[in-house]
């Protein structure tokens, strides 16, 4: 069975499913500080200690005080701390 994913048409077998949905992440996608704390396993008061303290994953403010993060961003801090 065949579904339309933005435009794109993706056939049924997950493989193809995958490789749409890997399409979608190309573009910056922005997540608040509690959707991160999500994905790093950590609480939303540890990033905002660890950005306080300039440590922690790159971020950036949109309007005054909402703080977001790319998952691009999250992987690459990740990454630097696995070596």
């Known amino acids: 069975m065949a579904c339309q994913h ?4 993706v056939a049924g077998d997950r493989h193809d499913f ?7 992440l190309e573009q910056p996608m922005y997540l608040n500080r509690e959707q ?9 008061k540890t990033l905002a200690n660890w950005a306080s303290q ?7 403010k949109a309007g005054g005080r909402v703080v977001l993060y790319t998952l ?3 992987q690459a801090w990740v ?3 696995a070596n």
Do not use: S
């Open 36 to 44: 991160a704390a999500a994905i790093l396993h950590v609480k939303p």
């Open 54 to 60: 300039g440590k922690g994953p790159r971020y950036r």
């Open 72 to 74: 691009g961003d999250l």
């Open 6 to 9: 933005f435009g794109t048409q």
């Open 18 to 24: 995958v490789v749409a949905q890997v399409g979608v």
């Open 79 to 81: 990454d630097e701390r």
